[in-house]
């Protein structure tokens, strides 16, 4: 693991790093903010999941997620949206919703994207054993965030590790992407035309299937571009009410899909995540 | 004055405006964050100048400010660093010290930069009445600040102008541009060889020839590559112990040049003005 950057940041330490991932069979990279009260033990970690065309900058630089971070003494991890680089397919036609930037937080079954694009393995075990022997991370008290595509893989990689993630909040995730044109485009390349394999990766699928999780926090812009034709909040609203999943999904008025919207409401989840972390939030 | 974007973001709403500007020739867009209390009326004005390669974007997504702005009740105002735009003469080896990104807060006198470089007084006529006819504005009640070219910037300008702006501060500002090279390049290629006519756009030459401010913050990162070749805030500090104006500088140790620092201080210079403007802090 080499640093790639590093500079103070609200008294702590925001890093960028990059390791060879067998996983992907590339070079990835993701930031990390280590907190002040890194000194005195290992520390709860927060992930966060971005969406579509980012990379891990997008979060560190936008969602002033560190000044909270920094008071509650967490540790978030940022990892990268897909594998890149050198021989890595991206879509063929440069479009940015398959391929580079748009991993799905899946492993994929069909050539050629089966031998890079294995995010969800890299995610769930190589990042972690990766972080747990180079930072001062805490890998019995995980919580895990998301934005649109990275709400999906927020939700499914929690609904898929019951008792991982002591707690799973969402900005805009994408509800269901067996049911909007992101996720079909995605599903079907990566795992192929049989949607019964599909079912592992659309979080609505999951809770039809039984998995569970102990609640959900959720905020969505209603100015949202994106809302009706690929978010598709009440689809996950009347999954969980079915399954009795504590949803509190909270619209808010005005609100697009942007880091804007991200930076206005971090502060509450990452209050909640603490708290749940056994953090004073 | 035509809307390029508009978020919604911790209540208020975040604007970016492009507009003809007389001054330069061209059009400049500029970003204008106007928080939640504007139903109520005219609000007080925070500038921010920013930095080398700069644009208005830098500091609206990376320095976290909207959210402090929207509880004091500030309206925040950021423009572009330079004029930009077909037949905008450049750096003629592409430099980013000089010429797009690079306009040093000054009305040039040299060809080809004359026409178009007139940033001091874009931003001291032109662009406040602009802001005063288009949005909720109090300009009875300004405060300016910066960072690097920018904490120059404000600097300057509010030494030239007593009594426009309630409160001065700074990241990182470059202290002396005609004792660096930086500023040397600049003032030289903008205003032509003739030293003297350099220091209406130096902080300290400004101070040694009698120009004064009421009292002055700035802040500076002890890790900022930039500190002793291009910043050397004891320049600034020696000028304004001999002419008796109270400056609090603040030596952050570990903090670089970047927006993570930046980001970590904004707080505490938005408090700092909001209690010159009249709001509670």
Known sequence: MESVSRARCFGGTQHVFRHRSAET????????????????????????????????ENFTMKAGAQRVAAELGLLLLVPDTSPRGEGVPDDPDGAYD?????????????????????MESYLLHELPAQVAAELP?????????????GGHGAITLALKTPGRFASVSAFAPISAPMRCPW???????????????WRRY?????????????????????????????L??????????????????????????????????????????????????
């Open 137 to 149: 991370a805490d890998l019995t008290r995980q919580a895990i965030m998301g934005h649109s595509m």
């Open 98 to 118: 398959f391929g580079l930037g748009a991993g799905f937080y899946l492993d994929a079954t069909q050539a050629p994207w089966a031998r890079n694009y294995r």
């Open 25 to 56: 069979g590339t070079e990835m990279r993701f930031a990390a903010f280590v907190p002040p009260q890194a000194g005195a033990g290992r520390l709860p970690v927060v992930w966060f999941l971005s969406g579509l065309t980012c990379t891990e």
């Open 202 to 230: 659309d979080s609505c699928a999951l809770i039809e299937d039984g998995a569970r999780l102990p609640e959900l926090l959720v905020d969505q812009g209603m100015a949202d571009t994106f809302l009706e034709s690929q």
């Open 232 to 281: 598709k909040p009440d689809l996950l609203r009347a999954a969980c009410a079915d399954a009795g999943i504590p949803l509190t999904l909270r619209l808010q008025e005005g609100y697009d899909h942007s880091y804007f919207f991200i930076a206005s409401f971090i502060e509450d989840h990452l209050r909640w995540h603490a708290g749940r972390l056994g953090r004073a939030a």
């Open 183 to 197: 996720g079909e485009k995605a599903l079907g390349g990566y795992l192929g035309p049989d949607r019964s394999a």
